[in-house]
């Protein structure tokens, strides 16, 4: 399952909206602990940073031509396909700056990206008011980028949209040897049309591909330090940066943490876990409200939603949806699943499965399609659901036999009852991939970067929160800051002592203390 985008935009804008705040009331002072010098915004990048290779040196002396695109600006980026190989063709990386609104007070630009893999930065960072403080927004220029592969950057074109339609609607719980083969046919047709359409990209559109490309960002940015928000996945290509190159490290926050040391088993396993957490938080909140349509009790509750799925295995619903007319087992899970990212979702979830006991999925079918990046009646609006197969199977591959993944269900089932069973078949597509990445998954320290403040949120469904804990220890210069609640992700979600703390590191260079928690 993807490490949903943070971004308020679209569909999801009307769920923020509802998010309530969960902030513990906490001073500033009492959040952060001053540093005498701060962290560096730009000025010179520390001693022994290594100039890029020669070969390289012509993308990193290139300026961006900024043109307006609405209220915003807007450039490309020229970055070499193949790192390695640079003259064996470059591709163009979309840009948008959302400038600061003092540019007397400017301390810099601030590189944001918010997940996946496969979401837009661009998309992002139009929205740039609503995802960092005012005072972050007065100071920096808000830069986000479609890395390579998605939206309109070179993006990744594997099935047509009834094809793509097809593959996620594909039963992702197997019963029987027939069901087991279907699920394969469905991820390796998914895997051999992103080679066969994009034969020189798709062994290199990694996570480490995409971090190389943000520090030829940094240089056209003319920023000696990469200032960085990254949420959900975007902290592990934030993390892959800062381990490449991180002497160039300026004021960085990784919020709702994806190790670069997960296999793909262990993500899939921690999420399973975290979903499982999630969605007993949402039932307990339901049940509270009264008139439940869950049942008494949580437990009651987890019970009916496994029994639904399966009904829906057996017997799918109508969908009001013309291109997808029934709402099967795979689009019921992605509906309630998108939910469990924000919890002002939660009562549209709840309304959506009063209809499903009626027997109408249209409600969540719609739930279904923001997850999806899908329009009502078909066809998507970015590439996030073929980019991030072609981005995680060259970081994370996996076995394409089919016993593994019965060994993950029977594993996965046991700390995720509701979760396992459907996340443990979700990396046959990596099993399968034609082509194979470079790193396999590692620890990783970023020895001689400045500080780094890791977030994470203690109810995270699809970023758990020891994976933040876990994060922190690797690196050798990084604070934790902890958010007690629920939903995706911490900064700009409702937190003011978590918000103040990171506007603070931002603009003041202040890093928070060590295990603050809000």
């Not at 972050?136 to 993006?155: C, E, H, K, L």
């Not at 339901?286 to 008494?296: F, I, N, T, Y």
């Not at 590692?442 to 020895?447: L, P, V």
Request: include cysteine.
């Amino acid at each position: 399952m993807t490490s949903r985008p943070s971004a308020p935009s679209r569909a999801r804008r009307t769920a923020l909206r509802l998010t309530a705040a969960v902030a513990a009331l906490v001073t500033v002072a009492a959040c952060t602990t001053p540093q005498p010098e701060g962290v560096p915004v730009t000025g010179p990048a520390k001693a022994g940073t290594a100039a890029p290779a020669p070969a390289l040196q012509a993308y990193y002396d290139q300026s961006l031509d900024w043109t307006r695109c609405d209220e915003f600006q807007c450039a490309d980026l020229t970055v070499p396909i193949d790192y390695a190989r640079p003259g064996d063709g470059d591709i163009a990386i979309k840009v948008l700056r959302v400038p600061a609104r003092n540019q007397g007070r400017r301390l810099g630009s601030l590189v944001v990206n918010p997940g996946g893999p496969g979401a837009s930065g661009v998309d992002y960072a139009t929205a740039a008011d609503q995802i960092v403080g005012p005072a972050v927004r007065t100071s920096f220029d808000v830069v986000g980028f479609d890395p390579r592969g998605v939206g309109r950057s070179a993006p990744i074109d594997c099935l047509d949209d009834d094809h793509l339609d097809e593959f996620l609607g594909t039963d992702p719980t197997p019963d029987d040897d027939a069901e087991e083969r279907r699920l394969l046919e469905a991820a390796t047709t998914l895997a051999e049309g992103c080679q066969r359409n994009n034969p020189e990209l798709v062994a290199h559109v990694s996570t480490a591909d995409a971090a190389k490309d943000m520090d030829v960002l940094r240089a056209a940015l003319g920023d000696d330090h990469l200032n960085y928000l990254g949420k959900s996945y975007g902290t592990f290509l934030g993390a892959t940066y800062a381990d490449l190159f991180p002497a160039r490290v300026g004021r960085f926050v990784l919020d709702g943490v994806v190790p670069p040391d997960l296999t793909s088993a262990q993500l899939a396993e921690g999420q399973a876990r975290g979903f499982e957490l999630a969605t007993r938080a949402y039932v307990e909140d339901c049940v509270s409200e009264g008139d439940c349509p869950l049942g008494r009790s949580v437990d009651e509750g987890m019970r009916w939603i496994r029994d639904f799925l399966a009904a829906l295995d057996r017997n799918p619903i109508p969908s009001g949806d013309p291109a997808v007319p029934e709402l099967t087992e795979a689009w019921g899970s992605l509906g309630l699943a998108v939910a469990m990212y924000d919890q002002g979702a939660w009562g549209i979830l709840t309304d959506a499965i009063r209809e499903a006991r009626a027997g109408n999925g249209a409600s969540l079918m719609a739930l279904a399609n923001t997850y999806a990046d899908r329009a009502p009646g078909g066809g998507y609006s970015g590439n996030m659901m073929e980019a991030i197969w072609a981005v995680n199977c060259l970081d994370r591959p996996d076995s394409p036999d089919l016993s593994t993944y019965e060994s993950y269900e029977k594993q996965f089932a046991e700390v995720a009852p509701t979760w396992g069973p459907f996340l443990a078949w979700g990396s046959l597509a990596c099993g399968v991939w034609p082509v194979k990445g470079g790193e396999a998954p590692h620890r990783i320290s970023a020895e001689g970067s400045n500080p780094i403040v890791v977030v994470g949120t203690t109810r995270d469904p699809a970023t758990i929160y020891e994976w933040s804990k876990q994060l922190r220890d690797q690196l050798s210069n990084a604070v934790l800051v902890s958010l007690d609640g629920d939903g995706h992700t911490a900064y700009t979600r409702g937190s003011t002592c978590i918000d103040d703390a990171i506007d603070a590191y931002y603009v003041k260079g202040t890093v928070p203390q060590d295990g603050l928690t809000c």
